[in-house]
């Protein structure tokens, strides 16, 4: 998204029952993945996304900020 712009998602990856208050949903069924969530896995619907600029999304990987790696498992 452009400097200063509204970004057209955001994504988290947390409790399914908090999250969903704000409107988000689960990412995974739409189509789009993150090295964190296994999309078969137990706790896919933790990984949420809420949609900022309507439903018109391209599905792909998200990729979060190198800051994320140290709390990796692979």
């Not at 999250?19 to 739409?30: E, I, T, W």
């Not at 990984?47 to 900020?65: T, W």
Request: proline residues 9%; charged residues 25%.
């Amino acid at each position: 998204f452009a400097a200063g712009g509204t970004p057209p998602a955001v994504f988290v990856r947390g409790e399914p029952a908090y999250y969903a208050r704000f409107g988000f949903r689960p990412a995974c069924p739409l189509g789009f993945r993150c090295r964190w969530v296994d999309a078969q896995g137990p706790d896919a619907d933790a990984f949420m996304i809420h949609k900022l600029d309507g439903d018109h999304h391209e599905p792909g990987d998200v990729v979060f900020h190198d800051a994320f790696d140290r709390f990796a498992t692979d």
